[in-house]
């Protein structure tokens, strides 16, 4: 088959030879299919007919490219929808049993929903293959926004550091999204938290070919793990903390070792900072204590890290040097002080559930679906009616399938988007609707935002328009519920460590024993359970 561009028939869809090549492909076993034709975001009828051959013939699973991402660029497109194809089914089964051992959920009034790639929860029934590649670490912006916010920050940068690599993202009144985006080498058209993530974790293992040092790629996973969980894994950047004296064996939980039952072991790993200490002299020269080969290593991390902040933030534009560093993740907090210096940002905020920040803040994500339409015309006053007519479909369409969620009409929002691109160029900005010289207006902004010009000679395109429907539910209290204590309380411990090149008797303080805006002169360690 074939459609052109404007719509008209190529080639007539060979109705018979796709039946025979689909029963040919269900005989061989296959239960699932993608189905993507050229201009099939625009003109969806042959892929309309296909779909309803696959679904006669049994297949269990149809994906069709113009419901699963109605937006041009052909790769891009079959990609995501071949993607949806191959996991929903998948995830069809996760959820049946995860459903299956929640007996009586839905007796007793409760609902089972799962997180989105694009920020918002969906009902378990409507979770689709190609939203859920992201949604764990999209959970963790929405807690980072929804606390921030809470505690009074409203520009904000994501610091999410775990044991295998580093998520950052940025926040300055609205989420940010991409709609196209490359993940494990595979071109996805989807709606997406903008999340931009960097092989720098506690787990990242250190290396020195001979005369540099270098932080990851590699991670040392859960098992091995880093040297001082007593596996017998590699120097890691976790070992580094140790090393320094900022983490203390005595304040970890003793799950490590073969049988999960000793503490972490900072013998070990004195003993292997000395043996790298001594490779590096004698290879190069530099005649380094253990420290501060550690102290090295760790700066590496903290510099990727910084530089992959920077590329979602000062390279698109923005100053963070008055943003709040909000730092979650298993790691977070050991990095926290370094990454906001390396920045010049002066303030960070870690929540006390920052340890399971992404879990949190699922709980704390609002339901939403968004609803896309490709336009590909030339923006001027005369196109407005019919993008007008375009989002009142799609809005109407989504506010549909919230209120089939469950969610009360009163609870139900709207915004409307507009994707525009200078003709000529192929980056799209996303503006909101509104009339014509407001939408420009917004554009030109962006764009100076983005680029540090505007081209007002140019032409506009319109390339999509994009309605986000959300079904709000109560505001959460976030408000601390604990009691302050009536004095200040002293440290539980001090230890040597080492900081800035130089050694200190650190203090170390539960968190919970803090009072609230209480001051603690530096160097000082904060330790929590989370």
């Given at each position: 088959?074939?459609?052109?561009?404007?719509?008209?028939?190529?080639?007539?869809?060979?109705?018979?030879?796709?039946?025979e090549g689909l029963q040919r492909a269900y005989d061989a076993g296959l239960r699932a299919v993608a189905i993507v034709f050229m201009h099939g975001y625009r003109y969806p009828q042959h892929e309309q007919r296909v779909a309803a051959l696959a679904r006669e013939i049994g297949f269990t699973q149809v994906s069709v490219s113009h419901e699963v991402s109605p937006?041009?660029?052909?790769?891009?497109?079959?990609?995501?929808?071949?993607?949806?194809?191959?996991?929903?089914?998948?995830?069809?089964?996760?959820?049946?049993?995860?459903?299956?051992?929640?007996?009586?959920?839905?007796?007793?009034?409760?609902?089972?929903?799962?997180?989105q790639s694009n920020g918002g929860l969906t009902d378990a029934h409507r979770f689709q293959g190609k939203d859920?590649?992201?949604?764990?670490?999209?959970?963790?912006?929405?807690?980072?926004?929804?606390?921030?916010?809470?505690?009074?920050?409203?520009?904000?940068?994501?610091?999410?550091?775990?044991?295998?690599?580093?998520?950052?993202?940025?926040?300055?009144?609205?989420?940010?999204?991409?709609?196209?985006?490359?993940?494990?080498?595979?071109?996805?058209?989807?709606?997406?938290?903008?999340?931009?993530?960097?092989?720098?974790?506690?787990?990242?293992?250190?290396?020195?070919?001979?005369?540099?040092?270098r932080v990851g790629p590699e991670s040392a996973g859960a098992h091995p793990g880093p040297a001082c969980y007593r596996n017998g894994g590699p120097l890691t950047v976790t070992d580094c903390n140790v090393m320094l004296g900022k983490l203390q064996p005595e304040h970890f939980?003793?799950?490590?070792?073969?049988?999960?039952?000793?503490?972490?072991?900072?013998?070990?790993?004195?003993?292997?900072?000395?043996?790298?200490?001594?490779?590096?002299?004698?290879?190069?020269?530099?005649?380094?204590?253990?420290?501060q080969v550690?102290?090295?290593?760790?700066?590496?991390?903290?510099?990727?890290?910084?530089?992959?902040?920077?590329?979602?933030?000062?390279?698109r534009g923005y100053d963070v040097s008055e943003y709040t560093l909000c730092c979650f993740g298993g790691a977070g907090g050991q990095h926290a002080c370094g990454v906001a210096d390396s920045l010049a940002i002066k303030r960070v905020l870690l929540h006390p559930q920052a340890g399971v920040l992404s879990a949190f803040?699922?709980?704390?994500?609002?339901?939403?679906?968004?609803?896309?339409?490709?336009?590909?015309?030339?923006?001027?006053?005369?196109?407005?009616?019919r993008l007008e007519e375009t989002l009142a479909s799609l809005q109407e369409e989504g506010e549909a399938e919230m209120r089939a969620q469950g969610v009360e009409a009163t609870r139900v929002q709207s915004m409307r988007k507009v994707h525009l691109r200078y003709q000529g160029s192929d980056t799209a900005l996303i503006v909101d609707f509104g009339d014509l010289d407001a939408i420009i207006t917004a554009f030109e902004a962006a764009h100076r935002q983005?680029?540090?010009?505007?081209?007002?000679?140019?032409?506009?395109?319109?390339?999509?328009?994009?309605?986000?429907?959300?079904?709000?539910?109560?505001?959460?209290?976030?408000?601390?519920?604990?009691?302050v204590p009536e004095q200040p309380p002293a440290p539980i411990a001090s230890y040597p460590a080492v900081t800035g090149g130089e050694h200190h008797i650190v203090p170390f303080y539960q968190r919970d024993h803090l009072q609230v805006d209480q001051p603690v002169p530096g160097p000082a360690v904060v330790i929590e359970s989370t």
């Open positions: 088959e074939r459609l052109g561009a404007r719509g008209e028939v190529v080639r007539e869809l060979d109705s018979d030879r796709a039946r937006l041009m660029k052909l790769v891009s497109r079959g990609d995501t929808t071949v993607v949806d194809a191959y996991l929903s089914p998948i995830l069809r089964r996760y959820v049946d049993r995860v459903e299956g051992e929640l007996h009586g959920l839905t007796a007793s009034g409760g609902r089972l929903m799962f997180m859920a590649i992201l949604s764990g670490p999209a959970g963790g912006v929405v807690g980072m926004v929804r606390t921030a916010k809470a505690a009074g920050f409203h520009q904000l940068i994501g610091f999410d550091m775990g044991g295998t690599s580093t998520d950052v993202s940025h926040y300055t009144g609205e989420y940010e999204r991409a709609f196209e985006t490359e993940v494990a080498g595979v071109r996805l058209r989807a709606p997406m938290m903008l999340i931009h993530t960097v092989a720098a974790g506690g787990g990242s293992i250190l290396h020195f070919d001979g005369a540099r040092y939980p003793h799950v490590f070792g073969p049988r999960a039952d000793q503490p972490l072991d900072g013998l070990i790993v004195r003993e292997k900072f000395a043996r790298l200490a001594e490779l590096i002299r004698e290879a190069t020269g530099d005649a380094r204590t253990p420290e550690a102290e090295g290593f760790l700066a590496i991390a903290v510099e990727n890290m910084a530089n992959a902040i920077k590329r979602i933030s000062v390279q803040g699922m709980g704390l994500a609002d339901l939403r679906l968004m609803k896309e339409q490709a336009v590909e015309a030339l923006f001027e006053a005369a196109l407005l009616p983005r680029f540090g010009f505007v081209s007002p000679e140019k032409g506009l395109i319109a390339e999509a328009v994009q309605v986000e429907v959300i079904g709000t539910g109560d505001p959460p209290d976030l408000t601390h519920g604990r009691a």
